[in-house]
Each structure stands twice: as C-alpha cells, then as structure tokens.
C-alpha cells in the first residue's frame, strides 16, 4: 500500500472526528462542566436529565429565565373539499369549507390559464340561510392562487355547509366558465 495515501487518510479521520469529540465533551471545554449536561449524548436524549450541572443554571433552577420555546402548536382545521375541476376555457379550481378554532370559512384554490383576468365570486351558504360571499379578481396567468371569505363563528356541524365558487368573465355578458362546489361529486364517465 501507499504510505502516502494512508497518512492522508488518517489525517481527514483526525479532522472529521474533532466536532464528533468537541460534542460529546459538551459546550464547556474549560473543565467547569462534567461532561454530562450538554453535548451530543443531551441531544439525542442519551444523558440523565435528572442530573444537573453547575454550569447549566437553567437547568438546575426552574426560575432561571425564560426557555427557548418550542415551534408553536397549530390548530387543527378541518376541511371538506369538492373535485378538482377544470373548463375548457383553461380555468382550473377547487372549493372547500374549512373548520377550526369554532370558525367556518370557505376557499377556492384556482389556476387560471385563459389568457384574460377573471372575476370570481366565492359563496359559503350554512345553516338557517346563513350566507357569506366575497369577490375576488383572478388575474391572467398560470401562477395558482386561492379567493378565501371571511371566517364567521361555526354554527351547527360542518357538513350543514357547502361553498360554490364561480369564475366568470368581468364584462356586461358575465360569462360563466367554471363553477366549482365543495360537496360537489366526482366528475363520472358518462
């Protein structure tokens, strides 16, 4: 074998295993710290927490200061969403009614490739003639884009409502080329 080559090969493992020391060894490389309150053996949850080390204060007084805190929780939504649609006149979209946090909304995710802007008209109809209805212009282009209404406070169950979006040409004439529901069925063969 090489001398050459097996010098250089010991040296990269040197190089390459120096962070792997400097982690398990912990943050404190003075010899203030134990070796056990940091370091990758606390990142992977391989260290005792119950310990403490006089060097972490945090850890060892729960009025330290703040904690970093976590990502913040999401809170659930729930939608219910009809087929994605298309017309031949190059408008694409689909209509959902959206549940979450007592809220009820509707939105309409849509790609509009028919070369001129577009008015739609997105309605969410609930229980005891509630209804909610925004507008919203649908610029030309092929980039997707959602028209969403305001959320209003749930009234009954989910399913007691249903949203239609329409898109239509912004002229005297309106012409109607896509309607799309969120309960609406799956286009079938036929």
């Known amino acids: 074998m090489n001398l050459r080559l097996i010098g250089i090969g010991a040296g990269v493992l040197i190089i390459l295993s120096l962070p792997l020391a400097g982690a398990i060894a912990g943050p404190d490389f003075a010899g203030q710290d134990d070796g056990k309150g940091g370091g990758l053996f606390s990142a992977l949850g391989l260290s005792d927490s119950s310990r403490t080390s006089p060097a972490d204060p945090a850890r060892s007084s729960p009025t330290a200061g703040p904690q970093q805190p976590g990502p913040a929780e999401q809170p659930r939504t729930d939608s219910r969403c009809g087929p994605e649609l298309s017309s031949p006149h190059g408008v694409e979209a689909q209509t959902c009614v959206l549940v979450g946090e007592g809220q009820t909304w509707g939105r309409s995710y849509y790609r509009n490739t028919s070369g001129r802007a577009l008015d739609a008209v997105l309605t969410v109809m609930g229980p005891a003639g509630r209804t909610v209805q925004i507008r919203c212009a649908v610029g030309a282009?092929?980039?997707?884009?959602?028209?969403?209404?305001?959320?209003?406070?749930?009234?009954?169950?989910?399913?007691?409502?249903?949203?239609?979006?329409?898109?239509?040409?912004?002229?005297?004439?309106?012409?109607?080329?896509?309607?799309?529901?969120?309960?609406?069925?799956?286009?079938?063969d036929g």
């Open 141 to 188: 282009g092929d980039e997707p884009g959602l028209c969403e209404t305001p959320r209003e406070a749930s009234a009954g169950n989910p399913e007691s409502y249903s949203a239609v979006a329409e898109f239509a040409v912004p002229d005297d004439e309106g012409e109607l080329l896509l309607r799309s529901g969120s309960n609406s069925p799956a286009s079938g």
